[in-house]
């Protein structure tokens, strides 16, 4: 079909052609109605009866369920139930009771085939098929509580003194104590003004001779304008303003303030330790009272200290000084944890080129790795503090899966007994039963429907396989898999995965063009690893497209070598992998076109699918930005000095797509919402501006009242897809 794009309009088979879209959108509108819920049994709801059995109900299909009892010595059991025979049975127990079966009644046990629960009270008994349910004299207490409570600890704090003989106060913006026996009240600083005021939230030292508390200093205002141009309930247009921090710009800060009750004075605390905070935060005090602690981010992000205040000195040390030449990704790899007694300190660092726990001596400082190799820690989701022991997810652990499926790990405090309790091909969710020593453990892929398993939380090992879910009517309704695609990447050796989507009516002897859904944010990966029906991307492969989508350097969860591309370096959007993975999957399957290749997406993704344009015009021919960031400088201050750094230097003009909007050669269409309260209107506009200044021709969308994400609306979709089929079909949309 390359040939289509050479002849005109006119010709006889640009007319077939076009006259066959007419059917690729009938059938991408009601793709949704082809291809409706037709997996059962996707999540299970744990139930726990005790920490040796659990049950679940399972939808099978409409109006009807499975219960099934698992436990540990006897094995499985399962009662089958349709609402149309045990909706009438419950109104005769309790009449005009029943309202949502599912959740109305609660399994207590299976025997045999009877099943027995819960009911609006009682306990009763029932065996599919009879038209009545015995009542039961019997427990009719709740279940267990699914899952082992948070482990994060929370200091202590408040204005009343743990010896409740004094409590703070906050006056005129500055600190008074007063002593609760007298009502005595005594001034203890006199500098707080409204633009730098002493903040109420109070930490008492344990043996209450001291507190801390934070003066805190205002960021600036920084407002943005915008015009609702088309309000719904006046004829004249609206302003509207709201405060927006954009990179550079001055934020709140606060300074740790230490005080001593006995001389009623403050102690001066050495703030050089730690000059420029991005954010300050995990207040906490040592049980001796000598001395309290927080997290440090210096403002850049590439300075992270765990930082120890002398509770008599107010001298300042720093119990870990991590610092870095690029960026810590401090929003999601982020974990600490001290013991307030033996000052034995869990951290989370990539100070190995890995992202890893670590073991730190609050006296001395000396740090020894709980977990180590050539994967990563995820996540903490579970510590038991009495049994020293660690539960997390972790990625990258097994060779020959995919780098991004999410496996549950177990360790010591010390580091020893290190053990992956998951093993299956495919990512992983897991739920923990009450007392934390077994798991429900569900994995899936893009390719393959959930496994629901019943695991040791110990060692993993498998106690029972629960339930599958069930896809086979989606499959035999004609619904085609995603495709897992790996290839090396922009140096030759690195694995760089994405996926595949074709339309239902592929056919192999045919060649189609390619669509890159994109989006490379450097605090995540995106390519989807779970288990789903459908795909945004499945209606626009509909209509004649091959779909793709990536995971370039620069993004997250790899080694910090792979997160780096990403430092100063938005614009790069990890492209060179991108191209390399496309030519890779085209060599393999020919009916990949890559003469038509197009971009898309939104917000961050806005920013890379122009950028995709601009930067490598020879390979992307169409490209749709929505919302984009398009300038760093433009947006929101958090997102882009965590990833471009602070001061903001050249290198923010470099990765302009304003500066670079000269360079257009393909198909633009730009989409924005007037009222977009987290990207600025103005990015996308000031492209606009720089492309007509460069007399580059392109297509603009502004929605009146429009927020973020609008080009995701129905007529945004439309027109998107109508774009595409345009200028990489080469015909004009036919949908009458």
């Not at 000195?313 to 000084?321: F, V």
């Not at 080129?353 to 001395?364: A, F, K, M, P, Q």
């Not at 309704?477 to 989507?501: L, N, Q």
């Not at 789903?532 to 080694?559: C, H, K, P, Q």
């Amino acid at each position: 079909m390359k040939w289509i794009l050479c002849l005109s309009l006119c010709h006889p088979l640009v007319a077939l052609f076009a006259q066959g879209t007419k059917v690729d959108y009938q059938r991408s509108d009601d793709f949704h109605k082809r291809y409706p819920l037709r997996v059962y049994k996707q999540e299970l709801d744990p139930h726990w009866i005790s920490d040796n059995r659990v049950f679940f109900v399972d939808p099978v299909g409409k109006g009807k369920w499975v219960y099934l009892l698992a436990d540990r010595k006897q094995g499985t059991r399962k009662v089958e139930v349709e609402e149309k025979h045990f909706r009438p049975v419950l109104d005769k127990a309790v009449p005009g009771k029943s309202k949502n079966l599912e959740k109305d009644i609660h399994v207590i046990d299976i025997e045999g085939d009877v099943l027995v629960f819960r009911y609006q009270g009682k306990q009763w008994a029932y065996k599919p098929g009879d038209d009545e349910a015995q009542a039961r004299e019997g427990d009719t207490r709740q279940t267990l509580n699914a899952d082992p409570p948070s482990t994060r600890e929370r200091p202590p704090s408040g204005p009343r003194s743990p010896d409740k003989k004094w409590t703070v106060l906050i006056k005129d913006h500055n600190v008074w104590i007063r002593h609760e026996e007298s009502k005595k009240e005594h001034q203890l600083s006199e500098d707080g003004t409204e633009e730098n005021a002493y903040r109420r939230k109070v930490y008492w030292a344990p043996d209450a001779t001291r507190f801390m508390l934070v003066r805190q200093r205002e960021e600036q205002p920084h407002i943005v304008t915008m015009v609702e141009s088309s309000p719904r309930n006046r004829v004249q247009p609206r302003l509207k303003q709201h405060n927006y921090l954009k990179p550079g710009d001055r934020i709140r800060q606060e300074q740790p303030c230490l005080f001593e009750v006995s001389t009623l004075k403050q102690i001066a605390i050495d703030t050089n330790a730690f000059p420029n905070p991005w954010k300050i935060e995990r207040y906490q005090w040592w049980t001796d009272s000598s001395a309290f602690t927080f997290l440090y981010n210096q403002r850049g992000h590439q300075v992270m200290q765990v930082v120890e205040i002398d509770g008599k000195t107010g001298n300042a040390r720093a119990l870990i000084d991590e610092r870095c030449d690029t960026f810590f990704d401090y929003s999601s790899k982020t974990y600490l944890h001290l013991d307030r007694e033996s000052r034995a300190i869990i951290w989370m660092s990539e100070r190995s080129g890995w992202n890893h726990l670590y073991r730190v001596d609050g006296h001395t400082g000396e740090a020894r790795p709980i977990t180590k190799g050539e994967w990563v820690v995820r996540n903490v989701i579970h510590r038991d503090d009495r049994e020293g022991v660690i539960w997390f997810m972790a990625c990258g652990v097994y060779p020959g899966q995919d780098p991004y499926y999410q496996h549950l790990g177990r360790v010591n405090f010390d580091g020893t007994g290190l053990t992956f309790l998951t093993e299956d091909d495919g990512t992983h969710r897991v739920k923990f039963s009450p007392n934390g020593k077994t798991i429900i453990a569900t994995w899936s892929r893009i390719d393959h429907a959930p496994v629901h398993q019943w695991r040791s939380a110990v060692d993993g090992s498998l106690i029972c396989e629960l339930d599958r879910a069930d896809d086979k009517a989606l499959r035999a309704s004609g619904w085609k898999y995603p495709e897992r695609f790996t290839a090396k990447g922009r140096d030759g050796k690195t694995d760089i995965y994405g996926m595949i989507v074709r339309p239902t009516h592929f056919d192999p002897a045919n060649t189609y063009p390619v669509i890159e859904h994109i989006y490379a944010g450097p605090h995540d990966q995106f390519v989807p690893k779970r288990f789903r029906e459908s795909y945004n991307m499945n209606r626009m492969a509909e209509l004649g497209f091959i779909l793709v989508m990536i995971d370039g350097m620069g993004t997250n969860w790899r080694s910090r070598k792979f997160h780096d591309i990403a430092w100063r370096n938005i614009k790069d959007g990890g492209f060179p992998d991108r191209i390399a993975w496309l030519k890779a999957a085209a060599e393999k399957y020919p009916s990949m076109d890559l003469s038509r290749v197009g971009i898309y997406g939104g917000s961050a993704g806005g920013q890379n699918a122009l950028s995709g344009l601009l930067h490598f015009p020879g390979f992307y021919h169409a490209g749709a930005a929505d919302c984009g960031c398009h300038d760093n400088r433009m947006d929101k201050i958090w997102w882009n000095e965590a990833w471009m750094g602070w001061p903001v230097g050249d290198w923010y003009a470099e990765n302009s797509n304003v500066t670079h909007a000269h360079k257009l050669q393909g198909k633009l269409l730009l989409t924005v919402g007037e009222l977009d309260t987290n990207v600025d209107p103005a990015s996308t506009m000031q492209v606009v501006n720089a492309l007509i200044r460069a007399n580059k021709d392109f297509e603009l969308i502004v929605f009146p009242s429009g927020g973020h994400g609008i080009g995701e609306s129905s007529y945004g979709w439309r027109r998107r897809a109508d774009f595409f089929v345009r200028h990489l079909m080469g015909v004009e949309p036919r949908r009458e």
